[in-house]
């Protein structure tokens, strides 16, 4: 049952606003500090996330918030390599295409998720699934500024909550800063038509595989509990196209590349389903204001290739955490989340154009071009 005012609320079940969630809490716990915090997300608690490779330094993040010892029992699988055929015809192992630190993860997302929710509730965050979030307004508060949410739970009512301080963690939408009129510039667009499945036989393979064509990369793993993932990555424009005829041209295109194609075929598969995702590449133009943060996809979004999302999630949520604590305690935050936000997307940018760069088999190719600046 929602209260009708809240010291914190976190808009967004992600991994960056559950790990926001659980930076906070266990702050305060120490501190032995009270504050109500509510996470709400208009998904269903079961809903199935996008993303399952992880890079191996996420370990120090999930240490920081303390679910270290869940994820060793989550039943994610290392991924010892990556090979990948890109820039050349020739296949190349554990090429830091994808990931700069060698050994990642292949997640179990649910118990991935699970462990992260878990976590804070017992530290004492109140989380609401079925909830989201349609507009904010403003109120001057005891001389501060502070938010009414309004909410519509279960798809019907619809209901407010007060909020001392708002977390955006809306995803690559940024619901609640746009809402504010903040402005999220993006520098691409892409999407990812994504193919997933059950393996008819077990099979021990634990590459990921990755390749590219004329204008377009693909990617294909196999998952904890014998899941597979194929996905094409490609301009928006191609969409109409590769979605019609129940994927028809999408099939023939993954088909195509020879490592992922043959890959794709040598596998016998059931339960198969196909999805698009919209990509933004962009940075939100503020990412921190008056009693409010953006985290995660909010704050700045990434090109999967960069395979950064969920570790970037994780990260930011670690930061605006110290934030938020910083305001609840009448203090002066020790970082400059901002600036962080900022560099890290620079970063993020420049590494994006020199895997792009290194394939230039299709030199007159719009699709790589574009990318490689
Ligand atoms: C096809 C594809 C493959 C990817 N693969 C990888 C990968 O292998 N590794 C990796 O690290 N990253 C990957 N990513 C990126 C990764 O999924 C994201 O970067 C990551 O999930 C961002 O986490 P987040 O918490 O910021 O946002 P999200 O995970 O998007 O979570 C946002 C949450 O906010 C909720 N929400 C949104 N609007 C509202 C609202 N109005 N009210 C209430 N709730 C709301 C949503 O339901 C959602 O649960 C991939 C992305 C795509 C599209």
């Not at 395979?307 to 970037?312: E, H, L, M, R, W």
């Not at 901002?338 to 590494?351: E, V």
Request: with cysteine.
């Amino acid at each position: 049952m929602l209260q009708t005012h809240y010291d914190v609320v976190i808009i967004g079940g992600g991994p960056a606003g559950l790990a926001t969630a659980i930076g906070i809490a266990s702050d305060l716990l120490t501190s032995n500090m009270k504050a109500k915090i509510l996470l709400i997300d208009q998904r269903s608690k079961d809903h199935q996330r996008i993303g399952e490779n992880v890079p191996s330094d996420i370990s120090v993040l999930l240490q920081r918030l303390g679910v270290e010892s869940e994820f060793s029992k989550g039943g994610h699988e290392p991924c010892p390599d990556f090979a990948s055929v890109w820039g050349g015809k020739e296949l190349l192992y554990n090429y830091a295409v994808v990931n700069p630190y060698g050994h990642s993860w292949r997640l179990n997302r649910h118990s991935f998720d699970l462990a992260l929710v878990n976590k804070a509730k017992a530290l004492g965050a109140e989380i609401v699934w079925d909830t989201r979030f349609i507009e904010t307004s403003r109120r001057q508060q005891d001389g501060h500024i502070a938010y009414e949410l309004f909410l519509q739970i279960d798809s019907q009512e619809t209901r407010s909550v007060k909020a001392d301080f708002v977390v955006d963690a809306t995803g690559s939408k940024a619901s609640f800063a746009k809402g504010l009129n903040v402005k999220k510039t993006l520098d691409d667009k892409l999407i990812a038509i994504v193919h997933f499945a059950e393996l008819e036989q077990p099979h021990k393979g634990k590459q990921v595989r990755i390749d590219a064509t004329n204008n377009s990369w693909c990617y294909h793993t196999l998952m904890p509990h014998q899941k597979v993932m194929s996905m094409l990555i490609t301009d928006p424009s191609e969409r109409k196209a590769l979605e019609k005829d129940n994927y028809h041209a999408f099939k023939t295109r993954l088909a195509k590349p020879l490592w992922v194609g043959d890959k794709a075929q040598e596998i016998e598969v059931t339960d198969e389903s196909y999805h698009t995702y919209m990509i933004n590449s962009g940075l939100l133009e503020q990412v921190e204001g008056e009693n409010w943060i953006a985290v995660g996809d909010a704050a700045s979004s990434f090109d999967p290739i960069a395979a950064q999302g969920i570790y970037k999630g994780i990260k930011h949520g670690i930061f605006a955490a110290e934030v938020v604590l910083a305001k609840l305690k009448g203090t002066e935050p020790q970082i400059n989340y901002g600036d962080m936000i900022q560099q890290d997307y620079r970063q993020y940018l420049r590494n994006r154009a020199h895997i792009y760069q290194l394939e230039q088999r299709w030199p007159d190719s719009e699709f790589w071009q574009k990318r490689s600046k």
